[in-house]
């Protein structure tokens, strides 16, 4: 054993293929492994005596998290700085996500200006001044410029949801 300093030892099965290697240094208290391959299981990567990231036999990384469920899955905080590209989808399974807020209130809490092709929602609660279409709304009131509607007709519901005013084509 050493008492301080590096060392990298290899193993090699009774089949004769390349299994593991390991990068550890060791001092007099502790013994630290920075890189391990352990046979064709998983590559581990590690810091001040843990394992901090993995990449296990299906390519999958892992970092904070030993048994990695996707290509790269992160246990703890993670901070991108220089924008974040997503395609097939975003989902965000507990939370809430704020776009130009730090502390968001709601599901999807936006402060700024939105622009869509195609809103759909239950409820909107509006702060400040929003337009959709042709419909101006704020807190105080809403107005209704050439407003098309599938049906022909536009509909007013409460927060309950029952309808309170229909306007007929």
Known sequence: AVTEGAAL?????????????ILEYETAANVFSVLAMYGREHLAFGSNGAERMRIDSSGNVGIGTTSPGATLDVEGSANISQGLNVSGGL?????NVGIGTTLPTSALDVVGTINATAVRTGMLNVTGT?????????ADNITVNNVVSKD???SFFNSSGSEKM???A
């Open 91 to 95: 989902i965000v399974s507990t939370g």
């Open 9 to 21: 030892s290899f193993s090699r099965p009774s089949d004769g293929v390349f299994d593991s290697f």
């Open 130 to 138: 929003s337009y959709l279409g042709g419909v101006t709304l704020n």
């Open 166 to 168: 229909r306007i007929t």
């Open 152 to 154: 022909g007709n536009l």
